[in-house]
Structures are given as structure tokens and as C-alpha cells.
């Protein structure tokens, strides 16, 4: 069973960062991809980032202000937001993909506001 556990949300004022944290724990042998995803009120799920065989790869809208890095000893994967903007509340979302299966943890929230 593989466990993603999220922190780091919280409410924030525009223009400020936030930096995301998702630890992966459980019995595999080696996580492929790890990602970030969001979904806002009323909206569907949507990608943020992703990283994965030496690739990283950003949604339009956060390219430029924010950062996905990834520790690989301690199975955990990073989303640094900057310059953050009220369109960017929403629930975020680690997902992993090991031996070919996604998984994905609880969601934390996101909220930028003034």
C-alpha cells in the first residue's frame, strides 16, 4: 500500500509564496513520476507539475514562478509557488505513479487572499 501525505497550505496573501510538500510512504521499489495537481471550486482537476525521469514539466499558468523539486531518498517531492495569485486557491494534490498505478494523497488547500 503506498500512502501520500501532503503539507504546506494555507492561506496567503497575493504575491506571496508557499511551498508544498508530499511524502510518499508504503511498500514499493521505486516511484517513477511524482506531481502536483489542483482542483478549484467548481472546477475539474487540473496539472501543475510534474517531475520524472530528469524531466520537469509546468501548466502555462504557474510557468515561471513556481518550482517542482524532488528528494529522492526521502520519497518526497516539492512545489515552490511564488508570486501567488487568487486564482491559484485551490485543493493541490500529490500524485505518484509506481510500477505503473497513480496514486494521490488527500489534498491541501491553497487559499490566496487579501
Known amino acids: 500500500q503506498v500512502q501520500l501525505v501532503e503539507s504546506g497550505g494555507g492561506l496567503v496573501q497575493p504575491g506571496e509564496s508557499l511551498r508544498l510538500s508530499c511524502a510518499a510512504s508504503g511498500n514499493f521499489f521505486r516511484i517513477y513520476t511524482m506531481g502536483w495537481y489542483r482542483q478549484g471550486l467548481g472546477n475539474e482537476r487540473e496539472l501543475v507539475a510534474l517531475?520524472?525521469?530528469?524531466?520537469?514539466n509546468y501548466a502555462d499558468d504557474v510557468k515561471g514562478r513556481s518550482t517542482i523539486s524532488r528528494d529522492a531518498a526521502k520519497n518526497t517531492v516539492y512545489l515552490q509557488m511564488n508570486s501567488l495569485k487568487p486564482d491559484d486557491s485551490a485543493v493541490y494534490y500529490c500524485?505518484?505513479?509506481?510500477?505503473?498505478?497513480?496514486?494521490w494523497g488527500q489534498g491541501t488547500q491553497v487559499t490566496v487572499s487579501s
Open positions: 500524485s505518484a505513479r509506481i510500477s505503473g498505478a497513480d496514486y
Open positions: 517531475i520524472g525521469g530528469g524531466n520537469t
